[in-house]
């Protein structure tokens, strides 16, 4: 079992009526919150199946995309990074977070130069490796203070690019098990996975990239049977959730939580 796939805790944040205002990148509607609302509870009560304790956060008014909190912290078996999100209206989210994680973590660490931006859905961690992806909302200062803060942890750094037009680098890509990613292959082409076995996205279905592993479960997003059929046949217990709410702000499997094993 690996910290990168294994976890005792997640926690998330319920969305608010605010969720309507949420960024994203094209309108293709409004989401709809009692659909988002049921969509969480099926989320959260399949992380819960694992044997997890999840924390579930209460809604932030004032920050409309507070509901995909990945975007917030780093969770590492040492300790927590908290982030500085590079989206002006999410920036407040991640200093919310800090005293959730300080409850659970003895080590709780964040990046704090005025020029350094950095969101977890950029980052990838593998067991071997952490993997960040460059892009519009994380720099690359970002990614050196956040290489600064974990190698006394033991933990090295690899810095990758996020595709052009990709909002995170796990926007297209997971982590099944600590060799398995399963990625679009615009994203694998850039050779970022050598070294990994890659299951590429069958082409068409690029919106199911971001799954998660927690525990013996796969997450997905439901509606992508071609994807679907791929991970089963790979040997992986799928759970398919619905997702077509936070879709529509750009959001998928790991954005709506924190994954951790606190120390
Ligand atoms: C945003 O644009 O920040 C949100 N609407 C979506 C964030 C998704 N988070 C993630 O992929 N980790």
Redesign the pocket.
């Known amino acids: 079992m690996s910290f990168s796939t294994h976890f005792s805790h997640a926690i998330t944040r319920r969305p608010s009526a605010s969720i309507t205002r949420?960024?994203?990148?094209v309108d293709t509607g409004t989401p709809d919150l009692a659909l988002m609302q049921a969509h969480q509870a099926a989320y959260i009560a399949t992380l819960r199946e694992t044997g997890a304790t999840v924390v579930e956060l209460p809604a932030l008014d004032a920050y409309p995309?507070s509901v995909?909190v990945?975007?917030t912290a780093l969770c590492l078996p040492q300790g927590a990074v908290i982030m500085r999100?590079g989206?002006p209206s999410?920036l407040g989210e991640a200093a919310e977070m800090a005293p959730h994680l300080q409850a659970l973590y003895t080590r709780v660490v964040a990046i704090t130069g005025s020029d350094s931006f950095i969101?977890?859905?950029d980052i990838l961690v593998t067991g071997r490796e952490i993997l960040v992806g460059r892009s519009a909302?994380t720099n690359a200062a970002g990614i050196a203070e956040l290489t600064r803060l974990v190698a006394p942890w033991g933990h090295k750094v690899r810095e990758v690019l996020t595709p052009p037009g990709v909002?995170?680098f796990?926007?297209d890509c997971s982590l099944l098990d600590t060799d398995t990613i399963l990625s679009t292959s615009r994203l694998s082409a850039s050779g970022c996975f050598e070294g990994y076995t890659v299951i590429d996205i069958p082409d068409g279905e690029e919106a199911a990239a971001?799954t998660i592993r927690f525990n013996d479960l796969v997450l997905m997003p439901a509606g992508f049977p071609h994807t679907r059929d791929a991970i089963t046949r790979a040997g992986f217990t799928l759970r398919e959730i619905g997702n077509s709410e936070c879709a529509k702000?750009?959001?998928?499997m790991?954005?709506l939580s924190l994954r951790f094993t606190p120390s």
């Open positions: 949420g960024l994203r990148a995309d995909f990945e975007d999100p989206a999410r969101e977890g859905g909302r909002l995170h796990k926007t971001n702000l750009d959001g998928g790991s954005c």
